[in-house]
């Protein structure tokens, strides 16, 4: 086989997949050349434009370290991120929304008891982070892992400026009744980093990087579907235009104040301070086949 031209082309290349071992990574790359291919006859780039292409690619991966992934931006603003999200969590509408993850999530965040300070001046002013965690059957969620993460008040995150002392970051579990609760900082809205190549590709398309303020939580528990999403402040800019199309309706909230004494989730202010609230709820755990997806190592 040989002498293609842009009409046979496609169809020879997904010849070639005809002895993978596995079915799953056959149907990808089958459908990833098809798509790709027709890709490319649509818009017929010059040769520069392909070599353009080709360096951004390269650019990108140089760009990534241990503390920023430029793919995943590559991803979450091209609204890839936010497709992968709804087509993996199709839970039951009483079940609180996803959404994407983002670049700052840190494995080892360090975990601390419920009540505990996370962030401290220098990050912002207070902010109270309260909420609870149930099933969609209405049962609290008792020892239920949260992951709680979020920018300072000037748009950075801790791993943006010191990867070792981190804050505005914690990890906490939830009392017998399903609550929890932190001291963080008001975060504010902020640009992706946009200094590498998909700051330039955003420059191109006539985009803006921000995205509103937010804090990030992520919530497990046993028998449940773990829920990675976002709390955004309704008083912040960009909620209509965020560059990774994150935001959804059920996800924004208004800040409240807590006054001095106790709270009704059992946190403690002594002073006025303003409080972001959520009652998250999780989804069931999949079975059966609809819990067998593909695992990512084995595709390639």
Known sequence: MRNFDEKDITDAVISRLANSPSPRAKHISAS????????????????????????FLTRTGQMCSSTRQEFILLSDALGVSTLVDAINHRLPSTATETTVMGPFYVEHAPEVPSGSRIAGPAEGPALLIEGSVRSVDGQPLGSATVDIWHADEAGFYDVQKDDVNLSGRARVRTDAHGMFW???????????????????????????????AHVHFMVSAPGHETLVTHLFLADSDHLDSDVVFGVKDSLIEVLGTAAPGTTSYGATVE??????????????ALSGAAARRPHPQALY
């Open 32 to 55: 990833l050349i098809r798509h790709l291919h027709d890709f490319v006859r649509e818009i017929e780039p010059s040769q520069s434009e392909w070599e353009q292409a080709i360096d």
């Open 271 to 284: 002073t006025s301070t303003p409080v972001l609230r959520r009652d998250f709820v999780l989804g069931k």
């Open 182 to 212: 932190v001291i963080g900082a008001v975060p504010a809205a902020y640009p992706i980093p946009n200094d590498g190549p998909v700051g330039r590709m955003l420059e191109a398309q006539g985009r803006h990087p921000f995205r509103p």
